[in-house]
């Protein structure tokens, strides 16, 4: 509708959202975009990695975007200013260190021409069940230059932990691990399946972080 375009002419993007894709399920950018179109809100898709499926299979073809591919669709983003205008972007699985790195570069930029710019970071490592299914050299890169620039992360229980670099066995382990990441641009932290030691069956917990307290959702 009218109210997604520009003075300019150009098309209004709310939502950069910098994920996965995959041609079947429903992780990344293949479920996110379709949520966010249904929520009435313009999304700017950017694959990080193109994959057949999720590793949860025997079989996987694709891989990560070659390197100039990725930073080259951010800096079209930037030089149509969708980027430099939008309300947020979404953070979620990398492909590689690399992109880690463009992406931190990238942000700071964006948050300089564009203050009010609400970036959320899930950053995506594995979970209990699986292990670790990222480029392990994705940890630091996650610690030193995203975490700081996330508004709202939104690690699940396991990723908290490698976050964190120890073991979290209760909740309220949980809740004194994410509120050591609070500080700078990080306001909030959504942890989700958290403390699933103690979750009674047949439970998902999510804990909602802020330095006003925690809350938990069941």
């Known amino acids: 509708g009218p109210k997604y375009v520009a003075a300019n002419g150009a098309r209004l993007v709310d939502v950069v959202s910098i994920q996965s894709q995959v041609a079947y399920g429903g992780v990344g950018n293949s479920i996110a975009v379709p949520a966010l179109l249904a929520m009435g809100l313009q999304v700017a898709p950017v694959p990080t990695a193109v994959l057949g499926n999720t590793p949860h299979y025997p079989t996987m073809h694709g891989g990560p975007l070659p390197q100039d591919w990725f930073e080259g669709i951010l800096d079209d983003l930037e030089d149509r200013e969708a ?82 670099g120890r073991s979290l066995h209760s909740l309220e382990a949980c809740t004194e691990a994410a509120t050591s990441l609070l500080g700078g641009d990080t306001r909030w932290i959504v942890v989700t399946s958290a403390a699933p030691r103690t979750c009674p069956p047949g439970r998902v917990q999510v804990l909602v972080v802020t330095p006003q307290g925690a809350r938990l959702v069941e």
């Open 83 to 164: 980027a430099t205008r939008a309300s947020c972007v979404l953070v979620g699985y990398l492909g590689s260190p690399a992109q880690g790195v463009a992406l931190a570069r990238w942000l700071r930029r964006m948050r300089e021409a564009n203050p009010g710019l609400l970036v959320l970071v899930d950053p995506v490592i594995g979970d209990h069940d699986t292990g670790s299914y990222t480029d392990p050299d994705l940890l630091p890169i996650w610690r030193g230059h995203l975490l700081a620039r996330a508004g709202g992360p939104t690690p699940n229980h396991y990723e908290l932990e490698q976050l964190c």
